[in-house]
């Protein structure tokens, strides 16, 4: 089927070639049915309803959010997968088989379902203004809630066909009386506790506790399948909004998508560098061209850059750099700044040089310098080291003041194992 029809922004699909010829081929796999297609549409026009109230707060606050949880979830998704691959190790209808595929699918539940209905819950309340943050949405309630809620609102879905509470809160507490096996079925039992008990229960067979766990699997496949149809419908606000823009790359995009991203750029660097035809004097100059380009992108007004050949030392002059030094904050701002001026050099002009020199403005006797070898910036790029490494590992000074940078990392690790935030890389 022709997929074009899906989009509702990019009036003009197509014409991001690659892109869209792999959502056309997928679409043979993901829309095989009449089920899946109306499911798609109904994620989708989810979506977009939640877009047009503040395109730029949902993008940032909700899509990009689901996506950059993806990488939690990615270990997860991996493992599940690996464990369906076992089904065939156990005898067909047999009790084993049964213990096995309920497993599967407290695990389906918890750990995927969970956090990918997180996206059309959001986006609902996003709709309805209860939106608070996508952490909330995403923790503060059971996926039970949130099926609940979207079901509510959803007339005639099938979204969550595959889901039952009553099987997920019996797998949930099996106990002695949650999940019993006889013949060929399996029996789950929700237990509200009481004098009496409560119970609820549910009989699945093998076959259709297998039925279940591929429609849920096929659910989320379909939400990824939505989300990179929505990525690209919103293509053209993504490269024209500065913050989406920023978000995109660092968060949504994984370290090897980024690394693809650079790889044009990387294979331009890497010809200059490798040119026997090129005196060294004329590699600096084209890669310091290409440089200052990064630097605009970047916004790091650097006014000069020279080479020290003995040394292989790019110096950069930066303008605005001006250190006072009874201001820590403003010391901590020019380190940072300076350390951005390395980390944007670093993949310019790779192996020709092995240390950068950073100079703000004035004289030597109250001039802020940063000094630095280039293996940081390279551990930074590549993903191996933060930013409160590299504050770390410079040095710093302002004329013979040498400017000491202390960073508690067992503070920062408690902050982190106390937080739900992002955490960035680091050493070790």
């Given at each position: 089927m022709d997929i074009k029809n899906f989009f509702k922004l990019k009036s003009n699909p197509e014409s991001v070639t690659e892109e869209f010829n792999r959502l056309q081929e997928k679409s043979e796999s993901i829309l095989s049915n009449s089920k899946n297609i109306s499911n798609l549409e109904q994620i989708l026009n989810i979506m977009h309803r939640a877009h047009s109230i503040d395109s730029q707060k949902y993008i940032l606050d909700i899509l990009f959010e689901f996506q950059a949880s993806k990488h939690k979830v990615k270990p997860h998704q991996d493992r599940l997968y690996g464990e369906m691959a076992r089904l065939d190790e156990f005898k067909p209808d047999s009790k084993e088989e049964a213990i096995f595929l309920v497993n599967i699918y407290r695990s389906l539940i918890s750990d995927l379902?969970?956090?990918?209905?997180?996206?059309?819950?959001?986006?609902?309340?996003?709709?309805?203004?209860?939106?608070?943050?996508y952490i909330v949405s995403n923790l503060g309630q059971g996926e039970r809630n949130k099926v609940e809620l979207c079901t509510s609102k959803l007339n005639n879905t099938s979204l969550f066909h595959s889901y039952n509470p009553i099987v997920r809160n019996a797998t949930s507490h099996i106990g002695t009386d949650g999940v019993s096996y006889e013949k060929n079925k399996v029996i789950f039992k929700s237990i509200k506790r009481g004098k009496p008990p409560k119970v609820e229960s549910v009989v699945w067979t093998n076959i259709q506790?297998?039925?279940?766990?591929?429609?849920?699997?096929?659910?989320?496949?379909?939400?990824?399948?939505?989300?990179?149809?929505?990525?690209?419908?919103?293509?053209?606000?993504?490269k024209?909004?500065?913050?989406i823009r920023h978000k995109y790359l660092d968060e949504v995009l994984t370290h090897s998508?980024?690394?693809?991203?650079?790889?044009?750029?990387?294979?331009?660097?890497?010809?200059?560098?490798?040119?026997?035809?090129?005196?060294?004097?004329?590699?600096?100059?084209?890669?310091?061209?290409?440089?200052f380009i990064q630097c605009r992108k970047r916004n790091l007004d650097v006014k000069n850059?020279?080479?020290?050949?003995?040394?292989?030392?790019?110096?950069?002059?930066?303008?605005?750099?001006?250190?006072?030094?009874?201001?820590?904050?403003?010391?901590?701002?020019?380190?940072?700044?300076?350390?951005?001026?390395?980390?944007?050099?670093?993949?310019?002009?790779?192996?020709?040089?092995?240390?950068?020199?950073?100079?703000?403005?004035?004289?030597?006797?109250?001039?802020?310098?940063?000094?630095?070898?280039?293996?940081?910036?390279?551990?930074?790029?590549?993903?191996?080291?933060?930013?409160?490494?590299?504050?770390?590992?410079?040095?710093?000074?302002?004329?013979?003041?040498?400017?000491?940078?202390?960073?508690?990392?067992?503070?920062?690790?408690?902050?982190?194992?106390?937080?739900?935030?992002?955490?960035?890389?680091?050493?070790?």
């Open positions: 379902f969970d956090p990918y209905i997180t996206l059309i819950y959001a986006s609902i309340q996003y709709t309805e203004g209860k939106f608070d943050n506790i297998q039925e279940h766990i591929i429609e849920l699997i096929s659910l989320t496949q379909l939400i990824d399948y939505a989300v990179d149809m929505f990525n690209l419908d919103i293509s053209d606000e993504i024209s909004d500065e913050r998508e980024r690394k693809d991203l650079q790889q044009p750029l990387d294979i331009k660097i890497e010809a200059i560098i490798s040119s026997e035809k090129v005196t060294l004097k004329e590699k600096i100059r084209g890669l310091t061209y290409l440089f850059a020279g080479f020290h050949e003995e040394s292989q030392t790019i110096i950069m002059e930066v303008n605005g750099l001006n250190v006072d030094i009874n201001m820590q904050q403003d010391m901590t701002n020019s380190i940072m700044m300076a350390i951005m001026c390395g980390i944007a050099a670093e993949p310019c002009f790779k192996s020709l040089i092995k240390s950068y020199v950073v100079l703000g403005e004035g004289e030597k006797e109250s001039q802020f310098r940063l000094e630095a070898p280039v293996s940081i910036f390279n551990d930074y790029n590549n993903e191996k080291a933060g930013l409160f490494d590299l504050a770390n590992e410079i040095k710093a000074s302002v004329g013979d003041m040498v400017l000491n940078v202390n960073v508690d990392f067992d503070k920062i690790e408690e902050f982190e194992m106390a937080s739900l935030g992002r955490k960035f890389p680091r050493r070790g």
